[in-house]
C-alpha cells in the first residue's frame, strides 16, 4: 500500500523552475502525483513507498533550484489516490495569493554559451533565458507567474520553444518568458529618422555609436539606460550637462571582474556581491581616475552586465566601462515605456536602442556595498525587489507608505512583509505618480482587499505620503515617527520583536514627537513595547527650515549660533559666501528659523567649516565629501563629543574644528578627528545607556550610517553587539519596513 505526502513549499518558488525541479524528482524517485503554483507558493502532492517519499523530501530540501529561496515547507500526510505517473497541473486561484514573487534574474552561464553558440538556435538572440536566468519582476501582470499573466503573452512559441516549454527534462520546461529569434520580440535601433531593425545590425550599429562617444538610451530589464564611454570625458560631461546631473556619480557598467580591477580596489566581498545574483551596483574604493564619472569622489559605483543584450552589446566592440545611468532627467523616475522614453529622452540621447517586450513596471539598478558589519543594501531594486525580507507577526494585511525621500512601499500579507522597488523622491510630480502607481501595482498583484488594510504612514503631517495615506480607503490607520520606523526596520530584519536594545538614529531629517526636527536620537525598548526617547543630539536651529538641507553654510550659521566664540567665517580660512551672514541674520532676528537635533546638518556643518560652501547637488553631497576627505589620512585623536545631561553637546566638537583650521590643520586630519570624535561621543553615551537599561545590544540605523568610516570607527570603539540594516537600507529606503514592523505589533485586531 503506497503513502502520500501533500506538500506546500512557500518562498520564491514561482518562475524559478521549481515545479521542473519537483517533476523530476518525482520521476527519479518512483513517484506518482501533481505539482502546481498555488496562490501561497508550489503544491505537491507524492505517493509512493515511505522510503522513496523520505529521499524525495529530503533532496526537495537539499537541492532546490539555484534561483529559489525556500521560506517554509509544510508536510502531511494524505489518502493516496492511486495516481499513475506525475504531472504539472494549472496553477489554481483559491484565496489571495502571498507567493513570493521572484525578483529578476541576471542569464545564467548555460544561457550566456548558448548565446555565444553559432550552432545554437537562440545564437546571438538578446532576449535568451530559462528557469534559472531571466526577467520575472518586471514582466509579471498579475499572478500566478503563468506566461499568459506576464508581458510575454503577445508572442505564441513557435515548435522549438513549446516543445521545450513542454519538455520536463529540459531547461526551459514552464519557463514563462521562453523565446527565440523566431517566435520572440527584438530589438532595432532609431536614431533621428533612421529605424535599424534587426537584433545584431542595431546592437552593432549602438556598439559603434558608442566608441564613437555619443549617448544610446538603451531598453534594459527595468527601464532604460543612458549609456556613453566611461573613458571618454567628454562624452561623459555632454552626459552629465544634458541630464542637469551637475555632480552625482554614475554608475559603470564593466564588461568583467578584471575590467573592474582595474578601476577599483576588490576585496573577495566586494567580488562576490558583484557577482552576487541580484547582480547590484556595488561602492568600491576608486584606483582609476574617472572624474566626469565620480567628481570629488574615492569611490565608483560598479556593476557586471546581467542581460543578455549588455553581453551582446560588448562582444559588438562597446567600450569595456560603459556609465550605464538610469534614463530621466535628473530626479525624475527612470523612463520603462517607450512612447515617454522617447518624449523625456529627446535632447539627451543620440540614439534609442529599443526593445519590443514591454516591461510591466520600472524597476532601477540596486545599489549595495560591503560595510563595516558586512553587505548592505543602500537602494533596493532590481535583484531584490519585490522580494519578502521578513515574516511580521501579523495576519492582518498591512500597507506602509514609507518616507518622502527615497520611497518605498511594504505590503504585509499573511504576515511576509514584501518591499517594493525603489521609487524616488515624493518631490518630483512623476515620483508621486510612480508611488502611486506602485501602491496599486502591489495591492492588485496580491489581490488585497483595500478595506481589510491597515494603513501606515510616517508622522510628518505635510509628507506627501502621509497626505495620499489619509485619501486610501482601509480599515485602520496609523502614524509611526520616523526615527522608531529606522530602529524597527533593523529588528524586523532580525525578526526581533521582544528584544530591548538601545538604538541610535542618525540621519538629516525626521519629524520628532515635539514637531521639531530630529535627527541624532538614542531610543531605549523594543518593537512590542515601544521606544523611549532616552538621548538627542544638542539642539540647534536651521535657518530656512528645509531649505538649509541645500547650503551647508546655512546648516552652519544655525549651529555655530551656540557657540560664544566664534572668529569671522567670512575671512579666511573659511570665505564663508554671504548666505552666511543673511542665515545669521535670521538666527539673530528669530525669523523662519526650526529648531533640530540632526546629525546629518552637523556633518554638513563640519563640511562647511572644512572648505565645502557650495550649494550640494545631489543629497547627502557634502557629508560624503567630508567622508572621503578624511579617509585620506590616518587614524586621529577624536575631538570631545560628551554628554551633558540628556544631551550630546557639539559645541565642544566643532569648536575644536574651528580652532585647527585657524592654526592651518591639514583639513583630512581635522574630518579625520571629527568622525573619530562623533564615533567616541556615540559610543560613549550607547554604553552608559546600556548599562542603565540592562542591555546588551546596540542598533544603528539612519541615513548617516552608510558612511563606510564612521561605522568602522564605532565598531572599533564598541564592544556590545552591533546590529545593523543589511537586506533594506538604512537610509529612507528602510522606513517602511520599519513602520510595518510596528504597525503589526501596535494594530487593533479583528
Known amino acids: 500500500m503506497n503513502a502520500a505526502l501533500s506538500i506546500r513549499v512557500r518562498g520564491v518558488v514561482q518562475g524559478v523552475g521549481f515545479r521542473p525541479f519537483v517533476f523530476r524528482l518525482a520521476e527519479t524517485n518512483g513517484l506518482t502525483g501533481w505539482v502546481l503554483n498555488g496562490p501561497e507558493g508550489v503544491n505537491i502532492h507524492v505517493e509512493g513507498a515511505e522510503r522513496a517519499l523520505d529521499s524525495f523530501v529530503a533532496e526537495l530540501k537539499a537541492q532546490p533550484p539555484p534561483a529559489a529561496d525556500i521560506t517554509a515547507i509544510d508536510i502531511s500526510r494524505s489518502e493516496a489516490a492511486g495516481l499513475s505517473g506525475f504531472t504539472i497541473r494549472e496553477s489554481r486561484r483559491n484565496g489571495h495569493p502571498s507567493v513570493r514573487v521572484s525578483p529578476d534574474l541576471p542569464i545564467c552561464e548555460m544561457c550566456l554559451a548558448e548565446l555565444f553558440d553559432p550552432a545554437d538556435p537562440r545564437y546571438l538572440y538578446p532576449y535568451i533565458n530559462c528557469t534559472n536566468c531571466g526577467p520575472r519582476y518586471t514582466i509579471v501582470e498579475r499572478l500566478p507567474y503563468d506566461r499568459g499573466n506576464t508581458t510575454m503573452k503577445r508572442w505564441p512559441l513557435d515548435a522549438l520553444c513549446a516543445a521545450q516549454y513542454q519538455d520536463p527534462v529540459d531547461r526551459r520546461f514552464h519557463a514563462q518568458p521562453v523565446a527565440c529569434s523566431n517566435c520572440g520580440p527584438h530589438y532595432r535601433l532609431e536614431s533621428g529618422d533612421e529605424m535599424l531593425a534587426g537584433d545584431l545590425p542595431a546592437i552593432k550599429r549602438a556598439a559603434t555609436l558608442l566608441r564613437a562617444g555619443q549617448i544610446v538610451a538603451i531598453k534594459g530589464i527595468g527601464g532604460y539606460h543612458l549609456a556613453c564611454d566611461a573613458r571618454n570625458a567628454g562624452a561623459v560631461r555632454t ?214 488594510l491597515a494603513i501606515v504612514h510616517d508622522a510628518h503631517p505635510q509628507y506627501v505620503s502621509t497626505a495620499y495615506a489619509l485619501e486610501l480607503p482601509g480599515s485602520y490607520r496609523s502614524a509611526v515617527q520616523h526615527h522608531r520606523a529606522h530602529i524597527a526596520s533593523v529588528l524586523a530584519e532580525k525578526r526581533a520583536w521582544e528584544k530591548r536594545v538601545i538604538g541610535i538614529s542618525f540621519d538629516g531629517t525626521g519629524y520628532g514627537d515635539d514637531g521639531t526636527i530630529w535627527g541624532g536620537e538614542f531610543f531605549a525598548g523594543s518593537v512590542a513595547d515601544g521606544f523611549e526617547r532616552v538621548l538627542h543630539l544638542k539642539g540647534a536651529v536651521l535657518p530656512g527650515g528645509d531649505a538649509a538641507a541645500q547650503y551647508p553654510v546655512q546648516c552652519a550659521a544655525g549651529f555655530l549660533a551656540e557657540i560664544d566664540a566664534r572668529p569671522d567665517l567670512t575671512a579666511a580660512p573659511f570665505h564663508f559666501p554671504p548666505r552666511y551672514r543673511k542665515s545669521l541674520d535670521l538666527v539673530s532676528k528669530g525669523l523662519r528659523i526650526f529648531k533640530t537635533t540632526s546629525v546629518g546638518r552637523l556633518f554638513d556643518t563640519a563640511a562647511a567649516l572644512l572648505g565645502f560652501t557650495r550649494r550640494i547637488s545631489f543629497e547627502g553631497q557634502a557629508a560624503m565629501w567630508l567622508e572621503h576627505l578624511a579617509q585620506r589620512v590616518a587614524p586621529c585623536e577624536p575631538y570631545p563629543f560628551p554628554i551633558v545631561g540628556q544631551e550630546l553637546d557639539f559645541k565642544p566638537l566643532l569648536e575644536s574644528v574651528i580652532h585647527d583650521r585657524m592654526r592651518g590643520r591639514e583639513t583630512g586630519e581635522i574630518a579625520r578627528a571629527f568622525h573619530a570624535g562623533i564615533a567616541q561621543g556615540l559610543c560613549g553615551a550607547a554604553t552608559v545607556r546600556c548599562a542603565e537599561n540592562g542591555i546588551d545590544t546596540v542598533v544603528l540605523s539612519g541615513g548617516v550610517f552608510q558612511n563606510g568610516l564612521l561605522l568602522r570607527e564605532i565598531k572599533s570603539r564598541l564592544a556590545m553587539q552591533i546590529w545593523t540594516n543589511g537586506a533594506v537600507p538604512p537610509n529612507d529606503g528602510g522606513i517602511s519596513l520599519g513602520q510595518a514592523a510596528i504597525a503589526s505589533l501596535s494594530e487593533p485586531h479583528a
Open 239 to 452: 552626459l552629465r550637462e544634458r541630464k542637469y546631473r551637475k555632480e552625482k556619480p554614475f554608475a559603470v557598467m564593466v564588461r568583467t571582474v578584471a575590467t573592474a580591477r582595474e578601476l577599483a580596489e576588490l576585496s573577495k566581498e566586494t567580488e562576490a556581491l558583484l557577482a552576487s545574483i541580484a547582480r547590484p551596483i556595488v561602492l568600491v574604493a576608486a584606483n582609476t581616475q574617472l572624474d566626469e564619472v565620480a567628481p570629488e569622489n574615492q569611490e565608483l559605483g560598479l556593476m557586471l552586465p546581467y542581460a543578455p543584450l549588455h553581453h551582446l552589446l560588448f562582444a559588438a566592440g562597446a567600450p569595456e566601462a560603459l556609465v550605464m545611468t538610469s534614463a530621466n532627467r535628473s530626479s525624475e523616475p527612470i523612463a520603462f515605456e517607450d512612447d515617454d522614453a522617447r518624449q523625456r529622452l529627446s535632447g539627451i540621447a543620440d540614439a534609442f536602442l529599443i526593445g519590443e517586450r514591454p516591461i510591466a513596471r520600472r524597476v532601477d539598478d540596486s545599489v549595495a556595498c560591503v560595510g563595516a558589519f558586512g553587505p548592505v543594501v543602500l537602494r533596493r531594486s532590481r535583484g531584490y525587489a519585490p522580494g519578502a525580507v521578513t515574516t511580521l507577526p501579523s495576519r492582518r494585511p498591512i500597507l506602509a507608505l514609507g518616507a518622502d525621500l527615497k520611497s518605498t512601499i511594504t505590503l504585509v500579507v499573511n504576515g511576509q512583509a514584501f518591499i517594493s522597488q525603489h521609487i524616488g523622491d515624493l518631490e518630483h510630480y512623476e515620483s508621486r505618480k510612480s508611488f502611486r502607481e506602485t501602491i496599486q501595482d502591489l495591492v492588485s498583484m496580491y489581490e488585497v482587499d483595500w478595506n481589510d
